[in-house]
């Protein structure tokens, strides 16, 4: 890029500034934050895999996952960038920003998701580079291109994408899917809806604002807090049977007996509420169960994570 | 006229250039030790072709 971008009109209202993106503009395409869930769930597939792995390509099939993931990051900031201008949790994002333009966000997505694939291929194997290429599809095609403004289910279907990493690290330490595999990825799947619903329901004119058919909009809040409720049960049930299959334990099944149990409490305690309660409050419950939601994934993983750590020396699992 | 005086804008740029540099040496590194892990594996086998090359 040569200086005329000191002219460059890419920020609207502050054309007369100069500006010329940096590097932290860039990381921050990826989605740095959704990374990290992605980071570790994926860790603790690996990890809790049967087998051995060399320590080097199970460095390297996790940086590349990670890497997959910034990639759909980018590619959901490209083609979001209308509705992440009128949304104020998004507004400041590069895109919408004015930081980077939708072009370079969309050059620099496919770069990564080729560089991704192609190298997870060549670190672990065929199976789990072929999860990692349909995760980016799912995310970008499936639920960013199409159900995320068509849709009130979006959250349930597109919930699918996050939930990929724990398989993807499991098939790149054993090239396999397996049960265990699958109902780690159930567990991401299932816990997505209450989390972001949690989520709509205090930030609900967002949503409004950018025309997004979030549940709250299409069938009311009083129809979003039944299905949170509903969805919380089933995920407990799933949470807790996971504690049967070869990843779990009884240290697993302890902690998830405890999580669920504050979890299910708090989507009673939404389900209970009326919009008259919540706005008093300032959905103090709403906000509290959110934040509960991403202790909660990150808890249940990392107990999967004690159980595999502890197994060498015979403490952990059945 | 000089032009000496760096402008905030370059200051961005050098940041991005920067942490490219950096990414792309540790890229390199990243693959000459996952060619070394791979070609130390037990199951690592020269292709048939170049054997007989």
Redesign the interface.
Known sequence: ?SDA??NNPVLGNAAAE???????D??ALLKPRVMALVVFTALIGLIAAPGSI?P??GF?AI?FIAVGGGASGALNMWWDADIDAVMKRTRNRPVPSGRITGQEALGFGITLTGFSVVMLA??TNLVAAGLLAFTIFFYIVIYTMWLKRWTPQNIVIGGAAGAFPPMIGWAAATGTISIESLMMFSLTFMWTPPHFWALALFTQQDYDNAEVPMLTVTHGRRSTRIHILVYTLLLAALAIALAYTSVGGPIYLVGALLLNAQFVRGAIGIWRRDEEASQADRFLTERKFFKASLLYLFAHFGLIGVEALLAPFGLGGW | MSLSRQ???H???F??N???GIVLAAFVA?VF??TM??VK?DDFTVPLSQEVN
Do not use: Q, W
Not at chain 1, 18 to 24: A, E, K, R, W
């Open positions: 890029m971008s000191l100069p500006y010329d993106s940096n590097f932290s860039y990381f060399h080097m390509i390297c940086l060549l670190a | 402008h905030e804008m200051n961005r740029r940041s991005r920067l942490g490219l990243l030790g996952l892990v791979k594996t």
